[in-house]
């Protein structure tokens, strides 16, 4: 029977991001992670899948919010309101901890593995976000537009919060992007 | 002293489809497509570094008539302008053989490795249309952001013109893809 592990998925996490930033994500095994969270390595694999899923474990549910909320848009909405719904609806829970946001961003950056993995994450969310404007009723290829201009403009945003000095709101920043987007399509 | 082989890039491109279409991808070795193009593996490898990179070998020309053609748009093109004409440089190159780009369409859709090689070739498309924006003087966030809407209007394009059952001009199908993009863009 197991034993009741308080908060072992955040500890495990924590433990895996401090030993990447210290020893190197390639250098890092599970069993290392598990020894720093004061764990086995099966309650590790009862959490992620593998040491690199460690830093993914977001994905699904920042999937479900931006789905949900594009699903959950007014009748009226146009598209990229509802792609703009969605970002709003999300930026609460990823911009809740800067400090390991970008921690994670220079593992990813220093890994090719991982690059192609948060690439792989990306195009998997325009893909979901494509599929709950068509179950909204938006015709291709507007609804896949719609949804890679929104991603287009969340990576940017992102890329942007995690490097400016100041501690901006990630909302804030990523309704900034979708206007600076707007006046540049505009221009052409 | 290697003998003369008359186009044997083309050859060696156009076994690989074939076999690849045929046998499967996974199923198909370089000796495979060496001995179906009449030539022998060590050509091959003077062509391409492995059997994925046969069905890429056209993405240093693809990127470096993009950002060309960025370069080379007028100074008072704006950079959803300088987008545009790129897109438009690169047209014919990529549109003259809508068949071959079907069979690899379907070829890259059946295999996760395929699938993961072209997200990172549309993401360094994109780096490096950011980069030719960036030496034209857009500052940042606009030049990713003009670059990925880009790349996002030219992937859609892509796909809907390998998908509709008239063989429209690539092209056409890019500048309309970008005109839906700011119409859409513009309902927010």
Known sequence: MARWEPDARGRLRAAAMDLYTERGYEQTTVADIAERAGLTARTFFRHFADKREALFAGSAALQEGLTTAVAEAPDSATPMQAVAAALDAVSPMLGHDREYSRRRGAVI?????????????????????????????????????????????????????????????????MRDSLSRLEALVAKR
């Open 109 to 173: 950056a220093s890994t090719a593995e991982l690059r192609e993995r948060e690439l792989i994450k990306m195009a998997t969310l325009a893909a979901a976000l494509g599929e709950a404007l068509r179950e909204r009723g938006v015709a291709e290829p507007e609804a896949s537009l719609a949804a890679e201009a929104g991603i287009a403009a969340f990576r940017v945003a992102w890329e942007q919060w995690l490097s400016i000095p100041e501690d901006r709101d990630l909302g804030d920043v």
